[in-house]
């Protein structure tokens, strides 16, 4: 038995397996898939094996992409049998939203590039003529998806994995994972000890277990998944052709010809059960584990499909399959490292596995052997949830979750499940004014206020919310707008090494004066955008960091992890000691002044400055920086003084018309500055030329991490541009398709529509080659074709006369 490997894998599912092949693939085979029955014998064996095209995320878009271009081939490239069917597949839209979806998803494909065209009924009829198209109006037809027979795929992965090198090790279970002084990994196991420099939990329902091992979270619930196979049904018989893979709303679920049989799938909307239910978890011993039949639970789903498909009706149910499937709150899989520990890997949590398994392996692999994949990783990122998705939260979202699956959600549209964790101590003060919350990393933010009780109609197009953040826009603009973002990561990082650490890890020079404050992006060392943050000299060795509340965990890492040993730093996570109140306004430093003695004149209170001060009796630190291109200030101060600090604010700020706003307007207000974002312009993806960030990163320095990969990189002929889009009635939201005549030259990144400028504006990655200020191309924005413009500047004040003011 091997005792050493570069990487060890646990679990030999569809994700293990695959990871095994790509690390191979990438070069690495000094690796061991330690599976504890046989391959497959997870959740993997039993599922039904389609492989959709179609996503509400277009990075996951991407994964399920590259497993359909992967697996048509395996069969060829190993000589196991995968019976890939590439019989396409249907999805039904019954509504204009779901419709509307689609056709995000249409550009989605464009920018892609898998098969997907929208079908009306004919089409839909021509293609499954067996189908009862009531209530339906129209299809997305993507060509490219098929079905396989999911152990096929596994065995043909592992066995693509071990022709490379690569070994395989099954009936051994993972008893134990140590951590080493070296650094190393010893996987303790039924048959002896490995050990690893890293070591991946593709343990598929028992994830959670494994990850315990090492004292980390992994946030899945198993839950209970039904399809049923019909008997042999006549009219599948006289034909040679198979019908698409539908998925249907009304149905909630899909169906399909499975052989000369009818398959159908539900996800119930009741009586929805977890896997090993009260526990959650399974027994070591549970292989190929399937659950009695509850056909009672999911009849009602079952007639409706019966109803779309009446042939499947005429024949008798032959198989029912009950088995267990991993979720994560949020429907996306756990790819990257874990919270908190070096070399620990996740590659779990996926809840369409076999659709997933492809490219999810692809892309973890690239960040685990290269430090970044070339697709956006972040929204896979374990370290998307913290200890606020306990095993309670985590349940129930998952059940939301799960009801859902073929509900088509709304842009902005968010449930009530598992909410609220995390909250401001403002949080009931600002909904009885008329706060609507968003989540990000368990907290509740303000998204826009209801100052009439209206509640959104959420939608692709501009909505009944569009004239409400315009308000909120004008009052940041012309008189002072008061915003709650206590959700921001904060650190403090002091100490003698604390300048050199800092400069070591920023790309741009961290202040040299107290109270300067600077923006600086940590990179990979190939040179690649990992994190964004503004850096405060508070005073000598006293710095502040901030960041994006939703990179809390994984900047921590980033921090903690680049330490050297015996460096005089500490780093302390203060996101939940201090809020963040943003004043913000022309009229904000006059509102300002009547409840302070500080001075906040332009001389003394510079822009980019900061000063720990006390405003309405309570003492701060007051940043002068603006992300919405106006004059003002953040306020950070202890937790405890929000209420009294806000209501001070709040009652002062009345005789200059003060306003609450949220992050509606916010995206409006910092796109017409031209301000990039971290996890949507700001990526893994690029470096920082690439995402046209030259004034941020100060090469001039000898080193700092990623310097010399982003000096030695051959330039790619990609950038991001800033562009002012010819809308209509629907902006830009990313993911939207950059054409010039028919060839996709790009994609976007994120858009909104400018109240101040009253423009629609996007940022968009795009072929150099159409990067210059002036050159022109067309966005698909909801199916249509929209003239855009690269602007040279920001669209609003690009002298920053404002913020300077
Ligand atoms: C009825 C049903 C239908 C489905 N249909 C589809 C579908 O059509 N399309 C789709 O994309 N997905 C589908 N799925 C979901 C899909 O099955 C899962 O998402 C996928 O199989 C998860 O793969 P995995 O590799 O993460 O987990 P698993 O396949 O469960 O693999 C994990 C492996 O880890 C092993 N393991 C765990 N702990 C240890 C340890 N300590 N030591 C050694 N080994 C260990 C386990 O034995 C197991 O083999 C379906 C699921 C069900 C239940």
Request: charged share 25%.
């Amino acid at each position: 038995m091997k005792t050493n490997a570069r990487v060890v894998v646990v679990g030999g599912g569809i994700m293990g397996a695959s990871l095994l092949y790509h690390l191979a693939l990438e070069g690495c085979t000094d690796t061991l898939l330690i599976e504890k029955g046989e391959l497959t014998s997870g959740s993997t064996w039993h599922a039904a094996g389609q492989c959709p095209s179609i996503t509400g995320s277009y990075n996951l878009a991407k994964i399920h992409a590259y497993s359909n271009q992967l697996y048509p081939k395996l069969e060829a490239l190993t000589g196991q049998c995968v019976s890939w069917h590439g019989c396409g597949g249907l999805r039904l839209a019954t509504n204009a939203h779901e419709l509307a979806w689609l056709k995000q998803v249409y550009g989605y494909s464009k920018s892609i590039g898998f098969g997907m065209e929208i079908v009306g009924l004919d089409e839909i009829r021509r293609l499954n003529p067996f189908l009862t198209t009531q209530n339906v109006i129209a299809a997305a037809w993507t060509r490219d998806d098929g079905h396989g027979d999911p152990s096929g795929l596994c065995n043909a992965l592992a066995k693509a994995a071990r022709d490379l090198g690569a070994t395989v090790m099954r009936h051994n279970r993972v008893i134990d994972i140590r951590a080493r002084r070296s650094g190393e990994w010893e996987v303790v196991t039924e048959k002896g000890s490995i050990v690893a420099d890293m070591v991946v939990n593709a343990g598929g329902c028992y994830a959670r277990e494994v990850a315990a091992m090492v004292g980390a979270a992994a946030p899945i619930t198993n839950m209970q998944h039904h399809y049923v196979v019909t008997h042999p049904i006549p009219a599948f018989m006289e034909r040679s052709e198979e019908i698409p893979v539908m998925r249907d709303p009304y149905t909630s679920g899909y169906f399909r010809q499975e052989q000369k049989s009818g398959l159908m799938g539900i996800y119930e909307s009741s009586g929805l059960r977890e896997a090993w239910a009260p526990r959650g978890a399974p027994d070591w011993e549970s292989t190929n584990e399937l659950f009695p039949d509850d056909l009672d639970r999911i009849a009602p789903w079952l007639e409706r499909a019966i109803e779309r498909m009446p042939i499947f009706g005429e024949v008798g149910i032959r198989r029912v399959i009950n088995g267990a499937i991993p979720h994560t709150p949020d429907g996306a899989p756990l790819l990257g490292p874990a919270a908190g520990l070096r070399n620990f890997w996740m590659c779990c949590g996926t809840s369409f596995g076999i659709a997933q398994g492809g490219g999810c392996g692809k892309y973890l692999a690239q960040w685990m052997l290269h430090g970044d994949a070339e697709i956006n990783m972040a929204e896979f990122d374990p370290r998307r949830f913290g200890a606020f998705a306990d095993p309670a939260y985590v349940r129930d979202k998952v059940f939301q979750d799960y009801r859902l699956t073929f509900t088509t959600r709304r842009p902005g549209e968010e449930e009530p499940a598992g909410r609220p964790r995390k909250v401001s101590p403002l949080h009931d003060r600002l909904r009885a004014r008329g706060a609507v919350h968003g989540e990000t990393f368990g907290w509740e933010r303000p998204k826009w206020f209801s100052l009439d009780g209206r509640a959104e109609d959420y939608s692709y197009r501009r909505n009944n919310v569009f004239e409400v953040v315009r308000e909120e826009v004008a009052a940041v603009h012309r008189r002072v707008g008061v915003l709650d973002l206590t959700g921001f990561a904060k650190y403090d990082i002091t100490g003698a090494g604390a300048e050199a650490f800092l400069n070591r890890v920023c790309a741009n020079r961290v202040p040299r004066k107290t109270g300067g404050i600077a923006l600086t992006h940590l990179l990979s060392p190939g040179g690649r955008i990992q994190g964004e943050m503004t850096v405060t000299r508070l005073g000598g060795d006293r710095f502040y960091a901030l960041s994006a509340a939703a990179a809390e965990l994984r900047d921590q890492d980033l921090l903690t992890q680049s330490l050297m040993p015996g460096e005089a730093v500490r780093i302390e996570n203060v996101t939940e000691d201090r809020a963040v109140l943003v004043v913000s306004g022309p009229r904000s430093r006059e509102l300002l002044a009547l409840l302070t003695d500080a001075d906040l004149g332009n001389e003394s209170f510079r822009w980019l400055q900061a000063r720990e001060v006390q405003i309405a009796g309570h003492p701060l630190r007051a940043l002068r920086v603006s992300y919405v291109g106006e004059l003002g200030w953040e306020l950070h101060p202890r937790m405890e003084s929000l209420p009294a600090l806000y209501e001070a604010i709040w009652d002062a700020g009345q005789e200059f018309g003060i306003a609450n706003y949220g992050l509606y307007a916010v995206n409006a207000l910092r796109i017409e500055k031209g301000y990039k974002a971290w996890s949507t312009e700001l990526t893994n993806e690029l470096n920082m030329l690439e995402a046209d960030m030259p004034r941020f990163i100060d090469l001039g320095r000898s080193d700092f991490v990623g310097r010399a990969a982003t000096l030695a990189q051959a330039p790619r002929p990609l950038k991001i541009v800033y562009a002012e889009v010819a809308a209509s009635d629907a902006d830009a939201r990313g993911g939207e398709p950059v054409l010039v005549r028919d060839r996709c030259i790009g994609v976007t990144t994120s858009g909104a529509y400018g109240h101040r400028v009253m423009k629609s504006l996007a940022f968009a990655c795009v072929d150099t080659e159409f990067a210059a200020p002036g050159s022109v191309f067309d966005v698909l924005i909801q199916g249509e074709r929209r003239a855009a413009t690269v602007l040279g500047a920001a669209a609003f004040d690009p002298d920053n006369a404002r913020m300077r003011a």
